[in-house]
């Protein structure tokens, strides 16, 4: 495990993932907007901004991996939905229902399990 931490490709798949959780949040907050047409509608600065960190998420996902076993991968990545979670939480102010906070928790469980 320490030597997992101490490993920077295993920062920059987390810091992926955070950065998907954004990008998922961004286009949230677009689409709960009304817009004057569909092209605003599609070309506005949350749509776009969520689209571009996603595909930087991508190529940072690429170069994470040159470092990491191919298994640690997926691990990093569904911490997506606990972030996700929280900044919906904290942006869009939304509760966290019981079933969501359990998806929560066996997540980091199976974190946890696997880095045994």
Same mark, same amino acid.
């Given at each position: 495990m320490k030597e997992l931490i101490s490993n920077p490709s295993f920062w920059i798949m987390l810091a992926s993932a955070f950065l998907a959780a954004l990008s998922q949040i961004l286009l949230k907050l677009s689409a709960n907007k009304k817009y004057k047409n569909k092209l605003y509608e599609i070309l506005n600065p949350l749509v776009l901004s969520g689209y571009v960190i996603l595909l930087c998420t991508m190529f940072m996902n690429? @170069?994470?991996?040159?470092?990491?076993?191919?298994k640690i991968g997926p691990i990093l990545n569904? &911490? &997506?939905? @606990?972030?996700? @979670? $929280? $900044?919906? $939480?904290?942006?869009? %102010?939304? %509760?966290?229902?019981k079933n969501k906070f359990m998806g929560i928790m066996l997540i980091i469980l199976g974190l946890i399990v696997f880095n045994m």
């Open positions: 690429i @170069i994470a991996y040159r470092g990491l076993d191919y569904s &911490t &997506t939905y @606990i972030f996700v @979670i $929280l $900044l919906s $939480l904290m942006i869009l %102010k939304e %509760k966290i229902a």
